[in-house]
């Protein structure tokens, strides 16, 4: 166990930052499993919908870091495919 002042307060804060960041990957996955079932059930102008909000999500975690860059355009990149193939007539 940490026995210096400055490393308590680190242990501290990375407690704090670990749960929020597990908050921000439980969101995210619960995002990704709706917008999915979603376009499964080509329910497509709901899917339009949660899409903004979702990609809106992913950039934030991003941008802080949650996730990685790559991550977040594949998560995206994969939503919207999805969603192209749903919305196309005859698929």
Same mark, same amino acid.
């Given at each position: ?7 308590? #307060? ?8 670990? %749960? ?6 439980? #969101? ?14 080509? %329910?497509?102008? #709901? ?17 802080? *870091? ?15 495919? *999805?969603?192209? #193939?749903?919305?196309?007539? *005859?698929?």
């Amino acid at each position: 166990m940490a026995s210096h002042a400055s490393a308590l #307060k680190a242990h501290r804060q990375s407690v704090v930052r670990r %749960e929020k960041n597990r908050q921000f990957r439980s #969101k995210l996955r619960t995002a990704l499993k709706t917008i999915r079932t979603s376009i499964e059930a080509k %329910e497509i102008e #709901k899917a339009r919908s949660q899409m903004a909000e979702t990609a809106s999500l992913i950039d934030k975690m991003a941008s802080k *870091g949650i996730i990685h860059d790559n991550a977040a355009a594949r998560y995206k990149s994969r939503i919207q495919v *999805g969603l192209n #193939k749903a919305s196309t007539p *005859g698929a």
